[in-house]
């Protein structure tokens, strides 16, 4: 009897560790980013209103992305969903550029166990395959909860530092900052859509996590709460879960990409700032409007 009881347990143990194993999960989250309003910018005299109310659509459309995570328990695959283009719509080097530097673009592959991630990033028309350690946020857990999609939430805030090549990081400057910089630079009429901008040093991050799906797993580069991230929100950008699908029928690949010239997070940042650098100068008094978005 002893006998047959330690076997059932074996089975029974085994079981639940080829199921854990074995266990995989799908989110879908909606992104959104509130698209910098171009009123009042420096630069922008020959610009109509209606000129301008057009750009903002344009780059509110662009700043609002749908994109798929798939997890198991110890990794996931965070990408882009893919979109049929309007014919002629965001051509060129900029939609490259401006995708890679709003989040989309590449598989964010996070190894939560190993504490690393991978991802593959194509810009200004060159393939990099950035491999660095994840950020460790110190999170705070807050007692508000709430319910997303069926699932109970908790929340939790945590202050990062805000990433330079990262244009959803970028806030309009405020007309003190505004005055201050048209003294130094008076005489030159040259301006760009950029010196209308800042960087703030640190953002701070809202998530809501549901304990009901135990995987240390998120959007973007975000883990290291206990349950899944079903939403966070920087101030300007919001991501929200709108579907989990556990144990789906067809079941995702999730294995890091191997595609790019292997760099750190902080050499592919310092390759982009130089080059935007470089593009900002380029087009430095060119009607100081943004780029173009298409037609």
């Known amino acids: 009897m002893r006998k047959i009881l330690f076997y059932m347990t074996l089975m029974l143990v085994g079981t639940q560790i080829q199921a854990q194993k074995d266990f995989q999960g799908m989110a879908v989250y909606e992104s959104k980013t509130q698209a910098p309003k171009f009123e009042g910018m420096r630069g922008n005299r020959d610009i109509t209103p209606e000129m301008q109310k057009s750009m903002e659509e344009r780059m509110k459309k662009m700043l609002e992305k749908t994109f798929i995570l798939n997890f198991d328990k110890s990794a996931s695959i965070y990408k882009e969903e893919e979109k049929l283009e309007t014919p002629g719509q965001q051509q060129g ?8 530097l709003t989040g989309g673009g590449g598989t964010f592959y996070k190894d939560v166990k190993a504490k690393s991630y991978t991802v593959d990033k194509e810009f200004m028309g060159k393939e990099f395959l950035v491999v660095d350690s994840l950020p460790k946020l110190n999170w705070k857990m807050e007692q508000e909860t709430k319910q997303i999609g069926g699932y109970n939430c908790y929340k939790a805030t945590a202050v990062k530092q805000a990433s330079k090549t990262d244009f959803r990081n970028f806030r ?24 209308n901008f800042e960087i703030p040093k640190e953002i701070v991050v809202t998530a809501w996590y549901t304990p009901e799906i135990p995987v240390n797993q998120g959007p973007e580069n975000y883990w290291g709460l206990p349950g899944l991230i079903l939403e966070i929100n920087d101030g300007t950008t919001t991501i929200l879960c709108s579907k989990v699908v556990l144990n789906p029928k067809d079941r995702a690949e999730i294995k890091p990409s191997k595609k790019g010239k292997v ?7 310092e390759t982009v700032i130089k080059k935007m650098e470089e593009f900002r100068e380029m087009n430095r008094g060119r009607a100081g409007g943004p780029p173009p978005m298409g037609r």
């Open 172 to 195: 309009p400057k405020n007309n003190d900052d505004k005055k201050d910089e048209a003294k130094k630079t008076s005489g030159d009429t040259k301006t760009n859509f950029t010196d």
């Open 263 to 269: 760099i750190s997070q902080k050499e592919y940042d």
């Open 93 to 100: 080097g900029f939609r490259v550029m401006f995708g890679s």
